[in-house]
C-alpha cells in the first residue's frame, strides 16, 4: 500500500478541520460522494446550504528580506472558479481560519498575513478562528 502525499494529507486535514469549525456552529456538513468534486464539502442550516471550497495557506518568502507572508493560492491550473462555490475557507498550520465569500476572490493569490503581523489586510475581517475561538454565528453576517 503507497503512502498518501504529503499534500493531500494536508488538504484533508483543513477540509476535516473546516467541517468540525461549521459543525461546531450548529451546521449539518455533506461531502460530495467522489473525491475530485468541484467543491469540498456543503454546508447547511435553516433553508440555507453553502458551498465550501477548503484551500491551506502557506508561507512565502525569505524572512532575511522582510517579507515573509503568508497566502493562499485560490485557483486550480489558472482558471478561474469562484462560481462554483460560495465560500473559501482557508486554514494555515496554526489552526486560524478565514472563511471568505467567493464573490470577494478576486485575485489568483490572497496574502493573508506578513511575519511581523504589522499590516491590516482586507481579508482580516474574515478572520473568524484563532485557537478554536469563534466569530460570527451565521454565514449571512459575512455576506454584506
Same mark, same amino acid.
Given at each position: ?58 508561507w512565502?518568502? +525569505?524572512?532575511? @528580506?522582510?517579507?515573509k ?7 486550480? !491550473?489558472? %482558471?478561474?472558479? &469562484? #462560481?462554483q $462555490? ?6 494555515d ?9 467567493? +464573490?470577494?476572490? @478576486? ?10 503581523g !504589522?499590516? %491590516?489586510?482586507? &481579508? #482580516?475581517? $474574515? ?18
Open positions: 500500500m503507497s503512502k498518501p502525499h504529503k499534500t493531500h494529507s494536508k488538504g484533508a486535514w483543513c477540509e476535516y478541520l473546516a467541517a468540525h469549525h461549521f459543525l461546531e456552529q450548529g451546521y449539518q456538513v455533506f461531502w460530495p460522494s467522489i473525491q475530485q468534486g468541484s467543491v469540498d464539502f456543503i454546508v447547511e442550516r435553516g433553508r440555507r446550504l453553502d458551498r465550501m471550497q477548503v484551500k491551506k495557506a502557506s512565502q518568502g +525569505t524572512p532575511q @528580506n522582510g517579507n507572508y503568508l497566502q493562499v493560492v485560490t485557483t486550480n !491550473n489558472d %482558471r478561474e472558479y &469562484t #462560481d $462555490y460560495d465560500f473559501l475557507v482557508v486554514i498550520d496554526v489552526k486560524r481560519i478565514w472563511i471568505i465569500p467567493a +464573490t470577494q476572490v @478576486n485575485v489568483k493569490c490572497l496574502v493573508l498575513d506578513d511575519m511581523y !504589522n499590516k %491590516r489586510r482586507p &481579508t #482580516d475581517r $474574515y478572520l473568524v478562528s484563532q485557537e478554536w475561538t469563534y466569530g460570527k454565528e451565521s454565514l449571512d453576517e459575512y455576506r454584506g
